[in-house]
């Protein structure tokens, strides 16, 4: 992840020394923990004409640490939460969604599957439902359909169903009532669409990522904290009480991700005005 972000900064240096001003939209900034990096975030940033947040708990706080005045940086949530929120379905779907996310920057291997396979079978079964496999990523080294598929199996409905475009993931997680998630875009297309989501947490990392939509859908996101110990009763019963409190969050969490793509769209025309197009080309 770090040499992702170095080569983005790099970027970044490059097109400003060449004098072109820069908007940045969709960010999540941090956590940094490597001194240098944090050196060239805190050498780029700054000069960014504005900077559009995923959320406001930690990044801006960074943000500001760093040097980048307040009134360019625009919390509006992710970019995704509107083509979700356009997909809403009309009430709340019968499955229970899940998505483990096993690899390296996760903090999560082998044995999260098996803290999670048996809370996952008994509360489905608990709340007459099914487990659906709603994956992000389909690369080979952190494949959410092979990390379904290996924590249910057979029993993972759908765990190898085609999706091609985001819309496709997006109208599985329609059909939830509850998502169970241990990627952060699962979380979003749930919460955009009104459905309740659990977090699975086993790194700074993701435990930032699921504090800010906890932030941006108040009430709407539970985090499971896998660095400390946590029962196999406590999951179930984590997701238990989602479901028997969505119905009653869902439209608040769909106010929120209404409420997120205005500032979404304030903020692109807001980008426009700084840097209008040319329309001569």
């Known amino acids: 992840m770090v040499q992702v972000d170095d080569l983005i900064r790099g970027s970044l240096e490059f097109v400003l020394r060449a004098g072109v001003p820069i908007v940045a939209f969709g960010q999540g900034i941090g956590p940094i923990t490597d001194p240098v990096l944090l050196a060239k975030t805190k050498a780029v940033f700054p000069r960014l004409k ?36 356009q997909h809403r ?3 709340l779907g019968d499955a229970i969604g899940i998505n483990v996310r096993l690899a390296g920057y996760a903090g ?45 199996g057979g029993q993972c409905h759908d765990s190898l169903a085609t999706t091609e475009e985001p819309k496709d993931v997006i109208r ?8 169970v998630t241990g990627s952060y875009h699962s979380g979003v297309f749930a919460l955009a669409q009104g459905i309740p989501v659990i977090g699975l947490v086993n790194s700074p990392y ?17 985090l499971l904290d896998f660095r400390q110990s946590v029962a196999s009763s406590e999951i179930q019963d984590a997701i238990c009480r989602a479901w028997e409190s ?16 205005e500032l979404s769209r304030a903020t692109y025309k807001t980008a426009n005005s700084l840097l209008p197009l040319d329309s001569d080309g």
């Open 50 to 85: 504005l900077i559009g947040l995923r959320e406001g708990n930690q990044g801006l706080a960074l943000l500001e640490s760093l040097g980048v005045p307040r009134e360019r940086i625009h919390v509006t949530g992710d970019d995704a939460i509107e083509i979700a929120f």
């Open 172 to 179: 599985l997680i329609g059909r939830c009532g509850v998502v």
């Open 246 to 261: 969505a119905e009653q969050m869902r439209e608040p969490l769909l106010r929120a991700a209404a409420y997120q793509v």
């Open 89 to 91: 379905p009309s009430s």
């Open 108 to 152: 999560t291997g082998e044995e999260m599957i098996a803290r999670l396979r048996e809370p996952l079978r008994s509360a489905a079964q608990a709340l007459n439902s099914s487990l659906i496999s709603v994956p992000i990523s389909l690369h080979e080294s952190d494949s959410d359909v092979k990390s379904a598929d290996r924590l249910l």
């Open 206 to 222: 993701y435990e930032q990522k699921f504090t800010g939509l906890q932030k941006q859908f108040p009430g709407g996101c539970r």
